[in-house]
């Protein structure tokens, strides 16, 4: 069965540092990779999206995503953070022969402090 | 430009109630999508509906749940008989049209239930 698999379930940043979340899946097929944010009290929005090409992919607010293959990984990286990207990160995976169907990691809780 | 409207936002029922959650999808989207989000975890497929035919139910309890999606109107998640094990997020997702590398959707803000 797939899975998607985020390590960190809370993290804590300051204003400025580097972030990195970890997203991982099991699937060995050919799969659409997404990452969605819930900013607190509103619905989760798409941050950005790999279908196909180049492996790093650009999203909205200065996040980017790097799709390694060969690890089953799609990291969520953002040089520097502020504090009005607190909130909850969902990576989910779609595979190709179940197109509808989207598999959600577990999420993580980023707080950046001022 | 409405996007994924659900509807209560919140919803409080005591056990044995019946909870009725409410989505009406982005306009022109004709395929919808439950999730549901219990609490520390991600979310979870519940059912896939397309107007008038429910595609693939298979994320769905086989019993007190269901889900329809009319012709006209709102797509409904309906849970009768409620438990405490019901309490979550139940989100509700649209797309224009599915099929490989086509997928992408849209969520709406969810519905919180809580069974006393």
């Known amino acids: 069965a797939q899975s998607v698999s985020q390590h960190n379930h809370h993290v804590i940043l300051s204003e400025a540092a580097s972030l990195e979340l970890g997203c991982n899946y099991s699937?060995?097929?050919?799969?659409?990779l997404f990452w969605y944010v819930q900013y607190p009290g509103q619905h989760l929005q798409l941050l950005l999206k790999?279908?196909?090409?180049?492996?790093l992919v650009k999203g909205i607010k200065g996040f980017e995503a790097e799709f390694i293959k060969s690890k089953f990984s799609f990291n969520l990286r953002k040089p520097s953070v502020q504090w009005s990207d607190t909130a909850e990160y969902f990576c989910a995976v779609n595979a190709l022969d179940s197109s509808y169907k989207l598999i959600f990691g577990s999420g993580t809780r980023l707080l950046v402090r001022p | 430009n409405a996007g994924v409207m659900q509807n209560p936002r919140h919803l409080v029922r005591r056990r044995g109630q019946e909870a009725r959650l409410r989505c009406s999808p982005v306009?022109?989207?004709?395929?919808v999508y439950w999730y549901r989000q219990l609490p520390e975890e991600g979310l979870k497929f519940m059912v896939y509906?397309?107007?008038?035919?429910?595609?693939?139910e298979s994320g769905m309890p086989k019993e007190r749940f269901s889900a329809e999606f009319p012709k006209e109107g709102p797509s409904i998640l309906r849970i009768q008989q409620v438990v405490r094990g019901d309490s979550a997020a139940y989100f509700c997702a649209s797309s224009e049209r599915t099929g490989a590398g086509a997928n992408v959707l849209t969520f709406g803000a969810g519905s919180r239930l809580t069974v006393l």
């Open positions: 306009k022109g989207h004709s395929h």
């Open positions: 509906l397309q107007k008038e035919n429910i595609i693939d």
């Open positions: 790999y279908f196909s090409g180049d492996p």
């Open positions: 699937y060995g097929g050919t799969v659409n």
